[in-house]
């Protein structure tokens, strides 16, 4: 049995606990991860990713005591997979020797995971429950540097049980699983009120190296807590096996001196329990390691959360009173997100796409600026510096922390745009190199920006944060028609030299471009006539009337848009910074095009430009045809026949859909690199888009099978890899929430909407007889609506939101007074 307040959105078992590793950690602090079968793994807590590191020694134990002397003990972890069984010198899986559960489960509803460890010969029921708070709209209280460990101990007998667990860690300060510079660590107890721990520091590595800081691993309100600070110094393994004959003994810890570099810490806390009773041992697990390094350069630009706290005993000790608070909030979050009738899988992808938020694809400056990574290979982040054509896709980071989202908008356009309105679609650091270090645009991240900027401003309601940022988004705009550049004749088509997200340069009007260009147009003319830029306002629309006409004239092939390759007379003709290396090396005679291709993200402008409300940007019986037909061309529901000569995402017997398909013949000889692989964060997009176009059962179906390549066995649930880890494109998924809650609001006036999608999917997912409940969120408050046959009831669980009107479908229009709503409000309209 879980936690009966613990919510559970899926279960694992078996095979499907293989490759589990639910990160455990704070925005921007670094993760370490639980895995299926309750071993702790990929250490990442470091300022770089680490997959597959973990100290020398860590690990859970449980020892039992009958009445009559029976003691059992085991590690807190189930069996291992038979994939680990074999190796040169036996299993290479940590702990392998240690005495096991025989049975495990998992179960987990972001951020909340738990192990379910059971055997018949020992006297407990055991549930390892791992969380880090998660509150959206509050950065600070979802940022915390601490894993909770809490184990629920049952006793299934008929009488009293003594109960110990123990938790033992080496202390690897100076190792990150790539460089090696321990030296002079040491292991200090430390206590306060509630809190008896062991602080993990260290004496001899460079305290400016990235390596350096410190770890702190704590028991909350124990009972009868011991300690080591060390193991004893034995050869043979007889460290390991003097501390397991001393936990097996009592269950206490009696204190070892160790010479070692790198000392294990231990602590342990042994209980009573009445025959049939549950109590539970709380661990906290705590990090500070304060010198980030700057993307791929050696300056030290540090982390925010490190400055918060003096070291690791510090963060735990302010963190542990405020424990029960956040966790109940973060209960009321999922739970509200768990309630509402959206079909599971997109519940699923949604919500376990959030742990990309916690991993080291993101961090956050000393300054409270927040920058990603596109993703992370497994020793080092993948592709630096927010890159605007991948972080264009996620809608996480609008719609639950707003604020992180307009910091990304604060630093694509008043540090990483010129004067000339070239905005370098990686961003340097330090800030101050932020245009200098990488002086390329890409057309589709600029775009981007522009559409992000006003959907950003519509949510907030904030006016200046529009009025700051316009000048460069201006430039910004204008940028576009530079001589040789995108559009350098204004016609609203984008004919020049286009870099994206493909990583090489689309030459002459194609439709994944020219869907950005023209929402990027509509939120130009939006923000030009606030701003009191008629001018501008009309020449935006000017364009976006002739571009619109012109794609569906000349592009739209009748099943799809494609692409007109159109190579410039010369390179010379292509304006400075608008290419990048990888892209066809004479522009003048362009491998590596689109071409004739059927692409799946054709239509990301469109896509996108309606979370900004941007309206229709093409025909919108064309845009129905397209996305049909990328479904047919490029929708596949097995791969042993597909050729790939790039990266595989997906393989054998699974279901997705490839980025491009020739249906028509004419492939290019070489096509843009990517054309025959499968990615999830494109999916999600093309899912958006099914959804808001009225094909909800195939948006469903595309998500669903996404989520099934990410079962457990196959692939970790937390982690759709693109080029990278934890890749910050496959947030998309949240776009989904949107679209099918047909949510929008305008917080310029306090409108609020809703007109569902799912009309049957929804009736299916909801038992007979309850009322409809819906998720919202506007990136600075969130809750949820519940319609009632008599009623409206909505709830504002955190944040604060202005309302004035709420608008539903086959309802008349609710009007409030326009005083701000805050946590904890509940209107019954």
């Not at 009309?538 to 099943?559: I, P, Q, V, Y």
């Not at 025959?676 to 997009?685: L, S």
Request: proline content about 5%; hydrophobic content about 40%.
């Amino acid at each position: 049995m879980t936690r009966a307040d613990w919510p559970g959105l899926r279960s694992y078992t078996g095979d499907k606990l293989r490759r589990i590793a639910l990160p455990l950690g704070g925005i921007g602090t670094g993760t370490v991860s639980l895995g299926g079968r309750g071993n702790l793994r990929d250490w990442e807590i470091v300022n770089r990713p680490s997959k597959g590191f973990h100290p020398g020694t860590a690990f859970f134990a449980v020892r039992t005591e009958t009445p009559d002397g029976a003691v059992t003990t085991r590690a807190a972890e189930g069996p291992l997979d038979l994939s680990e069984y074999e190796g040169a010198h036996g299993s290479a899986a940590q702990n392998h020797g240690l005495p096991r559960f025989r049975q495990a489960a998992f179960e987990a509803a972001y951020p909340f995971g738990q192990v379910i460890l059971t055997d018949p010969e020992v006297p407990v029921g055991v549930q390892l429950q791992g969380f880090t708070p998660f509150v959206p709209t509050d950065v600070a209280a979802s940022s915390w540097p601490v894993a909770v460990l809490r184990f629920e101990l049952t006793n299934r007998t008929n009488e009293p049980l003594v109960v110990a667990v123990a938790g033992a860690w080496q202390n690897f300060i100076g190792r990150d699983g790539t460089t090696d510079v321990a030296a002079g660590n040491d292991n200090t107890p430390v206590d306060n009120d509630s809190l008896a721990g062991v602080l993990l520091r260290s004496n001899g590595v460079d305290p400016q190296a990235e390596q350096w800081g410190s770890i702190a691993l704590a028991v909350a309100d124990g009972t009868d807590v011991t300690r080591r600070t060390g193991w004893a110094d034995r050869s043979w393994g007889d460290s390991l096996l003097d501390f397991w004959d001393d936990f097996s003994v009592d269950g206490r810890l009696d204190e070892r001196s160790s010479t070692s570099e790198t000392p294990v810490a231990s602590i342990a806390d042994r209980r009573t329990i009445p025959a049939g009773a549950t109590e539970s041992i709380t661990f906290l697990l705590g990090w500070h390691f304060p010198n980030r390094r700057a993307w791929e350069k050696d300056d030290v630009v540090g982390n925010h959360y490190t400055g918060l706290y003096s070291d690791a005993w510090d963060a735990l000790v302010r963190f542990a009173p405020q424990l029960s608070e956040l966790e109940s909030r973060s209960l009321a979050f999922v739970n509200d997100f768990l309630s509402s009738n959206l079909p599971e899988p997109v519940k699923e992808a949604a919500l376990f796409n959030l742990s990309t938020l916690r991993s080291q694809t993101v961090f956050r400056t000393p300054d409270g600026r927040f920058f990603g990574w596109e993703g992370c290979s497994d020793h080092v982040g993948s592709c630096f510096g927010s890159c605007t054509h991948v972080w264009n896709y996620e809608q996480a980071t609008p719609y639950l922390f707003g604020s992180l989202a307009r910091s990304l908008r604060e630093v694509e356009f008043a540090h990483a745009t010129d004067e000339q309105g070239l905005m370098s679609f990686r961003v340097g650091l330090p800030l101050e190199t932020a245009a200098q270090d990488w002086r390329v645009a890409a057309a589709d991240g600029q775009l981007g920006c522009l559409v992000k900027l006003h959907r950003d401003w519509r949510l907030s309601g904030d006016d200046e944060f529009l009025r700051s940022l316009w000048p460069a988004a201006r430039r910004a705009l204008e940028f576009c028609w530079i001589p040789g550049g995108w559009d350098a004749d204004r016609d609203g088509v984008m004919e020049g030299c286009q870099h994206n997200t493909m990583d090489v340069e689309y030459y002459g009007p194609n439709p994944q471009m020219q869907s950005w260009y023209l929402a990027a147009l509509r939120a130009g003319e939006e923000m030009a006539r606030f701003v009191g830029d008629e001018e501008l306002a009309k020449e935006c629309r000017r364009m976006f009337e002739h571009g619109s006409a012109w794609t569906d004239e000349h592009l739209f092939n009748g099943e799809y848009y494609r692409h007109e390759i159109r190579p410039p007379a010369s390179a010379d003709d292509v304006a400075p910074g608008l290419r990048e290396r990888m892209g066809a090396a004479d522009p003048t005679k362009p491998e590596l095009q689109l071409g004739d291709g059927c692409l799946i993200d054709q239509l990301v402008g469109q896509h996108v430009g309606y979370f900004a409300q941007l309206g229709p940007l093409l025909n919108p019986s064309h845009v129905t045809t397209t996305l049909r037909s990328i479904l047919e061309h490029n929708g596949r529901t097995d791969f042993h026949d597909h050729f790939n000569h790039m990266r595989s995402y997906v393989l054998g017997d699974e279901s997705a859909v490839l980025m491009c398909s020739y249906p028509r013949g004419n492939r290019p000889e070489r096509p843009f690199p990517y054309f025959a692989e499968v990615m999830t964060g494109f999916e999600h997009i093309l899912a958006v888009g099914l959804i808001s176009e009225g094909l909800v059962d195939e948006g469903l179906q595309v998500i669903t099978n996404i989520r099934a390549r990410y079962d457990g066995a196959r692939r970790n649930p937390f982690d759709e890899a693109e080029c990278g880890h934890h890749y910050a494109r496959a947030m998309a998924s949240w776009g989904a929430v949107v679209a099918l809650t047909g949510f929008d609001y305008d917080g310029r006036n306090g409108v609020m909407r809703f007109a569902p999608q799912y009309g049957e999917a929804q009736a299916g997912h909801r038992q007979a007889g309850s009322s409809a409940q819906h998720f919202w969120s506007t990136g600075d408050a969130f809750g949820t609506l519940r319609l009632e046959a008599d009623a409206v009831v909505l709830t504002v669980r955190e944040g604060s939101v202005r309302l004035t009107e709420l608008r539903l479908p086959d309802r008349p229009a609710i009007e409030l007074d326009g005083s701000l709503l805050v946590g904890g409000t509940t209107l019954r309209l």
